[in-house]
């Protein structure tokens, strides 16, 4: 699925799960609406039903009363009317589920029916004790219980209205908490939907950023954690990635083949220069006059320094042509130690430098690094000390254990000229020189820092600088006491193309 589809059915999906919700309110209130409607329809109008019957009953009675009293036709039609009227108001109540209620009413209104005709004539025949007979056994009674009854219909009613008001405001609140779960529900999902989606954006972007990171660091040989074959635009990115750091090693391969060739072929050159110089300073071509020798002695500083670059750029060249191997192999600490000893001693008493070796306790016998590349670097710091030291001060290398024994701590300190605060995390890079040539005492090339970090790195070392100008400067290899073969991992050629060199 593409980047665009997967976003899409996420925030669509996102949508949905949001929206259900709001349906299942809307339909709880439509219906919440209906039942409310039926309340009204129906207990409403029972209620307005029952008080139009106890007026039509109230109604009845006060038409009796006319009737006994005035004794007239007019009177005994309005009781007829009456009576019709309340007999269909009480079979009305069939309509709303009252109707026992509705027939005992009907009942009564039948029996006040069929007792108002032998009424009337007794009324109208000037017979007022048959009337009032008839009225008290049989009207009266029957209306008493007419008004009863419709009192216990609005009882009946009114409880059944509180149960249905009270079952409403139960499914209310049911319908609010349910909304409500649902709400939290759509949210919870709808969450874990957005976090999935951007973990699944976000994840190959930081991986694809370490992999850029790296590549910018040096790092040609990085894998990404992300799958080529992904048929998303990632894959498509890793893919191109992978071609691009393809591109970069082979590139990478041919700058270190071309600069270990080129130096190969200027040092012949170079070294016949320095042989003819030589031969001159020997005196084989004749005496020098004083104006040749100051021409001969710079020429022998340049052509010197042209030397010294040339090999180291062959040390760089084959160092990363050669995939930054590493050939580990025992090494008794003693005698490295002795080695770098008496190969500085001489250079120390040349330069009037106080030269100490201390080793502390608790080192192990043997280790296991790459003698000469070690040796190097080693040799590369105690030349660096040396010449930036000047007479009279001292420089000290000192080996003791580190990491509970697991490693050893190579530390080369000087009293000499220190470098600039804000140039010491430069010089580890390649060319860098920092702004203390003057107190030199042979030039550079800004080159052997560089190598020696690479060397420590392919040990699986780390190597720093502490520097304060005019004080000194220190500094520490932590190297494994055992390296295993490997590579600094920075370079991806083969080990043939430097022994072509
Ligand atoms: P080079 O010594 O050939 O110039 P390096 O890579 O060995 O190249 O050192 C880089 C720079 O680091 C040096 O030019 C110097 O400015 C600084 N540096 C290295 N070691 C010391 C030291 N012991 N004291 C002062 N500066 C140093």
């Known amino acids: 699925m593409t980047l665009r589809s997967r976003l899409a059915t996420g925030l669509i999906l996102i949508a949905i799960i949001l929206v259900g919700p709001l349906v299942f309110a809307i339909q709880s209130l439509h219906r919440l609406q209906d039942d409310a409607r039926a309340l009204r329809d129906n207990d409403f109008a029972a209620s307005l039903l029952l008080g139009r019957l106890r007026e039509g009953l109230n109604d009845l009675r006060r038409g009796e009363l006319a009737l006994l009293f005035s004794k007239d036709k007019a009177s005994r039609d309005t009781l007829d009317d009456e009576l019709g009227q309340v007999g269909r108001l009480a079979d009305s109540l069939s309509h709303f589920q009252l109707p026992a209620y509705g027939r005992e009413i009907a009942e009564s209104v039948r029996q006040i029916a069929a ?89 190959p972007i930081r991986n694809l950023q370490s992999g850029m990171r790296a590549v910018a660091d040096g790092d040609l040989g990085y894998h990404l954690r992300l799958s080529e074959s992904r048929s998303d635009e990632f894959g498509q990115l890793a893919r191109s990635f992978q071609e691009m750091t393809r591109q970069l090693s082979e590139l990478d391969k041919l700058k270190a083949e071309f600069v270990s060739v080129a130096s190969h072929e200027l040092k012949t050159p170079i070294n016949v220069m320095i042989g003819y110089l030589q031969l001159l300073d020997e005196g084989v071509y004749g005496p020098l006059t004083d104006q040749q020798k100051e021409v001969h002695k710079t020429l022998g500083i340049q052509a010197n320094t042209l030397s010294r670059l040339v090999k180291q750029l062959l040390d760089v060249s084959r160092f990363e042509a050669g995939s930054g191997r590493v050939e580990p192999r025992r090494i008794h600490l003693d005698a490295l130690l002795e080695e770098l000893e008496s190969s500085f001693h001489v250079l120390a008493l040349q330069r009037g430098v106080k030269f100490s070796v201390e080793r502390q306790e608790g080192l192990p016998e043997d280790v296991y690094w790459d003698p000469d590349r ?89 190597i720093s600088c502490d520097s304060s100008v005019g004080v000194g400067t220190t500094f520490a290899i932590t190297l494994p006491v055992r390296v295993a073969r490997r590579s600094s991992g920075q370079r991806l050629t083969t080990v043939a193309a430097a022994e072509r060199t």
């Open 115 to 203: 007792a108002a005709p032998s009424e009337y004539r007794a009324a109208l025949a000037n017979q007022p004790k048959l009337a009032d007979s008839i009225s008290a056994n049989v009207f009266v009674p029957a209306l008493n219980h007419a008004d009863s009854t419709v009192i216990l219909a609005e009882d009946a009613l009114s409880i059944r209205t509180g149960h249905r008001v009270s079952d409403q405001a139960a499914n209310i609140s049911n319908t609010a908490r349910l909304s409500a779960g649902a709400l939290l529900l759509a949210l919870i999902i709808a969450a874990g939907i957005a976090i999935l989606l951007t973990r699944s954006i976000s994840e």
């Open 374 to 462: 070690i040796n190097e670097v080693v040799g590369n710091l105690l030349s660096n000390a040396f010449k930036f030291t000047p007479r009279g001060g001292s420089v000290t290398l000192r080996f003791e254990p580190a990491d509970e024994g697991a490693s050893v701590r190579i530390e080369v300190s000087d009293t000499g000229a220190g470098i600039p605060p804000e140039q010491v995390r430069h010089v580890f890079e390649k060319f860098f020189q920092a702004d203390n040539q003057s107190a030199a005492q042979a030039g550079g090339t800004g080159l052997g820092l560089a190598i020696a970090k690479q060397i420590v790195e392919a040990h699986g070392g780390t």
